[in-house]
C-alpha cells in the first residue's frame, strides 16, 4: 500500500533552517509528483511546492518562492523539504503528499502523517 | 487567490444527510473541474474523498458526493455516520497553476 513516511517533529529558533524528508513506499516513485503542504493550528492546508521526481523539475508558491527548496533522492524514493529564514509563523504541521498528473492540475491524493515544526525563541 | 470560503461548522443526526459549500471565483472553482474534497480526523492527514469534482476514489463509500454550480462547489454526506465526525476541506486548481484550499468545515453528529 501507498505510505508516506514523514521525518519527526522539529523546533527551531527564528532565523534557523529546517529540514523535513518524506520516504515513499508501496508505488514507483519516479511516476508521481511529490507535493509539500502545510496546516498552521486551526486553519486549512497551504500548498507550498511540488517536484517532478522523474525529471526534477520544481514548482513553488508566490509566498514561499526562495524561501523553500524542494528536492528528491531517487535511489532512496526519499523527497526532501528545506525551509529557510524560519519565522514564528511558520509554525505549523509540514505535509508531503503524493502528485498524480491530471493536466493541468494535479492531485494530492495520499498524504504522509504530518511532522510539526515549531519556531521559537 | 485567497483560502475557499467554508461553512466553519455543520452538524445533522445519524442517518440523516448533511452538505457543505465551498465558494471560489472564476479564477479557481469557477475556472476548471479539478475540484477535490479531504476528511481529517483530529491529529491525521488528510484523506481524499472526492477528485474532479463528483469522482470517489476506488473504495471509497458512495455516501459522498461532490457537484459544482458556478463559482461553488458542494460536499454531501448522506445516511450521517458518527465516523463521519471530522473536518473536510474543499482544494481547486487555480488559474495561477497551483491549488489553493478551503477553509474547512466541522462536521458534528449529534
Known amino acids: 500500500q501507498v505510505q508516506l513516511v514523514q521525518s519527526g517533529a522539529e523546533v527551531k529558533k527564528p532565523g534557523a533552517s529546517v529540514r523535513v524528508s518524506c520516504k515513499a513506499s508501496g508505488y514507483t516513485f519516479t511516476n508521481y509528483g511529490i507535493s509539500w503542504l502545510r496546516q498552521a493550528p486551526g486553519q486549512g492546508p497551504e500548498w507550498m511546492g511540488w517536484?517532478?521526481?522523474?525529471?526534477?523539475?520544481?514548482k513553488y508558491a508566490q509566498n514561499f518562492q526562495g524561501r523553500v527548496t524542494v528536492t528528491t533522492d531517487t535511489s532512496t524514493s526519499t523527497a526532501y523539504m528545506d525551509v529557510s529564514s524560519l519565522r514564528s509563523d511558520d509554525t505549523a504541521v509540514y505535509y508531503c503528499a503524493r502528485d498524480v498528473n491530471l493536466a493541468p492540475a494535479t492531485l494530492q491524493d495520499y498524504w504522509g502523517r504530518g511532522t510539526l515544526v515549531t519556531v521559537s525563541s | 487567490h485567497s483560502a475557499l470560503t467554508q461553512p466553519a461548522s455543520v452538524s445533522g443526526s445519524p442517518g440523516q444527510s448533511i452538505t457543505i459549500s465551498c465558494s471560489g471565483t472564476s479564477s479557481d472553482i469557477g475556472a476548471y473541474n479539478f475540484v477535490s474534497w479531504f476528511q481529517q480526523h483530529p491529529g491525521k492527514a488528510p484523506q481524499l474523498i472526492i477528485f474532479?469534482?463528483?469522482n470517489r476514489p476506488s473504495g471509497l463509500s458512495d455516501r459522498f458526493s461532490g457537484s459544482k454550480s458556478g463559482n461553488t462547489a458542494s460536499l454531501t454526506i448522506s445516511g450521517l455516520q458518527a465516523d463521519d465526525e471530522a473536518d473536510y476541506y474543499c482544494?481547486?486548481?487555480?488559474?495561477?497553476?497551483?491549488?489553493?484550499f478551503g477553509t474547512g468545515t466541522k462536521v458534528t453528529v449529534l
Open positions: 474532479d469534482v463528483s
Open positions: 482544494s481547486s486548481y487555480t488559474t495561477k497553476k497551483s491549488p489553493i
Open positions: 517536484i517532478n521526481t522523474y525529471d526534477g523539475n520544481t
